[in-house]
């Protein structure tokens, strides 16, 4: 099944056919508030009054066609940043090198996340860069690289199931970096990812302790962790208190609509905990890999359209 919803989030009949139909839009709309600006945040303050929980919010989109596109998108971001600031919100940035432009060159993306990392840091807020597939590893991480060094509210996503990432993870140790660490959401060749989820997990969580190693830590680390495996989870904070890791040192961050109740009671135990909203036009190709991480959340999604 994952192989199949994958197929699907690739296949560009099914993102212009598919979300023209009413019972797919519906079941967007427990993983997605609207499709603006507006939406998200009002999404993320209702979160942050009514339950604590500090958010992430994500403009989709991916691979534009030209620079004026790539800019726009920039534009949008700049935006952003002032309006979290001005309704006075915990919600950070993320964003994605192709939606900046990265396939149209290395420089085109670079000035469009320096236009944005500048608009955020003026506003103390963060901007995180997301890992897509295999083939934009190296350019991201030059980005990430190129940039953190005049950005400190700069944060990478880094996959556990790619073999390479122990040694990237270990190559920005020394930066003091933020990561996120997520699973990965995209159809990899098993020469260069796990194929099994059971490695995948396990790398995440080995990738996990490495992040919160005390030589991290002291380096400046600041460690999110992508994951609503309640497993794993009660797997890393068991970890992380054999081993004198305060909650403090990392946090969680989930995607809005799913495991509400696993989020609140991370909040009330006291553990970070930060939401990841999405919004925009763009959302088929993201929707379906979201289901693809966990094919389990299919029946959810079947059981949310129907009508009793």
């Known amino acids: 099944m994952r192989s199949a919803l994958l197929w699907v989030s690739e296949n560009k009949w099914c993102s212009t056919a598919l979300p023209r139909y009413g019972f797919v839009r519906r079941a967007v709309r ?15 303050g209702a979160l942050e009054r009514g339950q604590g929980i500090p958010t992430l919010i994500t403009f989709l989109g991916e691979n534009v066609a030209d620079r004026a596109e790539a800019r726009a998108v920039a ?24 939606h900046l432009g990265l396939d149209l060159g290395f420089d085109v993306a670079e000035e469009n996340l320096r236009l944005i990392t500048r608009s955020a840091e003026a506003h103390g807020n963060w901007v995180w860069i997301d890992m ?18 005049d ?25 003091g970096p933020a990561i996120r660490m997520v699973k990965g959401a995209y159809a990899e060749p098993a020469e260069i990812a796990f194929p099994e989820k059971r490695d995948v997990d396990q790398a995440f969580f080995d990738l996990t302790t490495r992040m919160l190693a005390p030589d991290a830590l002291k380096a400046g680390m600041r460690a999110g962790l992508a994951t609503h495996d309640t497993s794993l989870i009660a797997r890393i904070d068991e970890w992380a208190q054999s081993n004198g890791v305060p909650p ?10 799913i495991s509400q109740r696993e989020q609140l009671r991370l909040a009330r135990r006291g553990r970070g905990v930060r939401v990841l909203i999405s919004y925009g036009e763009h959302w088929f190709p993201w929707y379906v890999r979201r ?6 959340n299919v029946a959810f999604v079947v059981r949310s359209m129907l009508p009793w």
């Open 291 to 296: 289901l693809a991480e966990r094919p389990a």
């Open 151 to 175: 950005h400190a509210r700069f944060g990478i996503c880094l996959q556990s199931y790619l073999y390479r990432t122990p040694a990237d993870l270990e190559s920005l140790i020394p930066l």
């Open 75 to 98: 534009d949008h971001y700049v935006q952003a940043a002032a309006e979290v600031a001005s309704r006075g919100l915990d919600a950070e940035l993320s964003v994605k090198p192709t």
């Open 248 to 257: 403090e040192a990392y946090e969680y961050q989930m995607l809005y609509g």
């Open 30 to 44: 427990r993983f997605m508030p609207g499709e603006t600006l507006g939406d998200a945040l009002d999404a993320a």
């Open 132 to 149: 897509e597939y295999s083939r934009y590893v190296d350019p991201t991480l030059d980005l990430y690289r190129s940039i953190r060094a």
